[in-house]
């Protein structure tokens, strides 16, 4: 079993749709959790960060944490087209000094 | 506010060939990584440094060599390229005390 499970795609959605992403892991040192977003031929850029369980928000866009479950979530809502990207999850168990485990990413697809 | 500088872009290599890939960041951060990306396996870290003067390997270090020159700086390089390292390669740093990473936007290798 692969440390952090996250289902490629491609998942496809009209424009104004609520996206939800998601990611399970089995490592439950994990505290530190990230959503990446990266365009086609671009480095991932960093769009959310969450410590432990409970959620985040940002905008459209909220992180939520349940460690219990060892379960992640990335909802988007009133999802544009410019978010069409892959979105990767990552999450670490150590504060400064750490690696990340990434999932393989999801990729979305916003239809206008 | 330059980031994660990468270069170069894009490289065509033929087997055999060595080259090295340059990695700055101009955000005081401590640690330093290397990651290679390839379709179906998502990223993957090959090396690390949690600090100016120490590396560490990470998943996939074989083949490869790294440099922390500084703390603003930290090299990749491959002695003799095999196809299989054909790849799309990320340089990233993340600060004391902080698990975010971010990333260059990459250099595309070929080994023909």
């Known amino acids: 079993q692969k440390e952090v499970e996250q289902d490629p795609g491609p998942l496809s959605v009209p424009e104004g749709a609520i996206v939800s992403l998601n990611c399970t892991y089995s490592n439950s040192a994990f505290q530190y959790f990230m959503w990446y977003r990266q365009y086609s031929r671009k480095g991932p850029e960093l769009l959310m960060y969450?410590?432990?369980?409970g959620n985040k928000e940002d905008g459209r866009f909220t992180a939520q944490v349940d460690k219990s479950s060892k379960y992640i979530s990335l909802f988007i809502r009133d999802s544009q087209p410019s978010d069409s990207a892959t979105y990767l999850c990552?999450?670490?168990?150590?504060?400064?000094?750490?690696?990340?485990?990434f999932g393989k990413g999801t990729m979305l697809l916003v239809s206008p | 506010n330059a980031g994660v500088t990468q270069t170069p872009k894009f490289q065509v290599l033929k087997t055999g060939q060595s080259m090295t890939l340059q990695c700055a960041q101009d955000?005081?951060?401590?640690?330093m990584y290397w990651y290679r990306q390839d379709p179906g396996m998502g990223l993957r870290l090959i090396y690390y440094s949690a600090s100016e003067g120490t590396t560490d390997k990470g998943e996939v270090p074989n083949g490869y060599n790294v440099s922390r020159l500084n703390k603003r700086e930290f090299s990749l390089r491959l002695e003799s390229a095999a196809p299989s390292q054909t790849s799309v390669y990320f340089c990233?740093?993340?600060?004391?005390?902080?698990?975010?990473?971010?990333f260059g936007q990459g250099t595309r290798l070929t080994v023909v």
């Open positions: 990233a740093s993340s600060g004391r005390g902080n698990t975010e990473a971010f």
């Open positions: 969450t410590y432990s369980s």
């Open positions: 955000m005081n951060h401590n640690s």
């Open positions: 990552a999450m670490s168990s150590i504060s400064g000094y750490s690696t990340l485990t």
